[in-house]
């Protein structure tokens, strides 16, 4: 079955304390990307990975990381986590940004207390 | 910065009832997406439209791009339970923004109640 898996689903953690949330697909594809949506503000992109070793910022990038070493994973690195990052997360793929459908995971619930 | 503003934000109906969404903005965008999100899961494409003046159908639902590629709306008709959940319209402007970002709208939360 062709999906995106996000892993945990569901996270509580403290101020500081490093942690990573996993995303991986299984359609091949060359374009993945984090977002966070927040109430009133929507889905805002984090970071996005046009392919392996390729990632560029999106419009909310600050005290997030990510890294692209395989096609099929782009994890969410937080080094430093505070609680304005309590949010959902979504990681999405797609083969090509433009005219593609974006294929989202289920959701990551992180509070950051 | 591409702005996509969608309208109403909230909405609250009557099963039966007829319904427009709108999705607005000042920028030109090569093609536009409508997601449907459901409590507890991501968003999952409706439709995408990339022709100026271009509609499509899904059913009870009908989607128009604006004959100069800035906004969209969808339309749902005889609005049953199951259309409850959050819609988003997307805009992507690759090639000609030279953007490989997808821009979100806020959304708008339907409820239909029986």
């Known amino acids: 079955e062709a999906q995106v898996t996000q892993n945990p689903r569901y996270l509580i953690t403290v101020t500081g304390k490093k942690l990573t949330v996993t995303c991986s697909q299984n359609?091949?594809?060359?374009?993945m990307s984090w977002y966070r949506q927040d109430p009133g503000l929507g889905l805002r992109q984090i970071y996005y990975?046009?392919?392996?070793?390729?990632?560029d910022k999106g419009d909310v990038p600050e005290g997030y990381k990510v890294s692209r070493k395989e096609k099929r994973n782009f994890p969410l690195i937080l080094e430093s986590p505070s609680p304005n990052q309590t949010s959902l997360y979504f990681c999405?793929?797609?083969?090509?940004?433009?005219?593609?459908?974006?294929?989202f995971g289920p959701g990551t619930r992180l509070t950051v207390l | 910065t591409q702005l996509l503003e969608q309208s109403p934000q909230f909405l609250s109906i009557q099963e039966g009832e007829n319904l427009t969404v709108y999705c607005n903005s000042s920028?030109?965008?090569?093609?536009l997406q409508w997601y449907r999100q459901e409590p507890g899961e991501g968003p999952v494409l409706l439709v995408t439209?990339?022709?100026?003046?271009e509609v499509k159908k899904l059913k009870r639902l009908t989607f128009q791009f604006g004959d100069a590629r800035k906004d969209s709306s969808l339309h749902i008709t005889a609005a049953q339970p199951g259309d409850t959940g959050l819609y988003l319209c997307?805009?992507?402007?690759?090639?000609?923004?030279?953007?490989?970002?997808?821009?979100f709208g806020k959304g708008t939360k339907l409820t239909v109640n029986p």
């Open positions: 999405a793929s797609s083969l090509l940004l433009s005219y593609n459908e974006q294929f």
């Open positions: 359609m091949n594809h060359e374009y």
């Open positions: 990975s046009m392919n392996v070793e390729v990632t």
């Open positions: 920028s030109v965008f090569s093609s």
């Open positions: 439209v990339v022709t100026g003046g």
């Open positions: 997307a805009g992507d402007s690759y090639p000609q923004g030279g953007s490989e970002k997808l821009v």
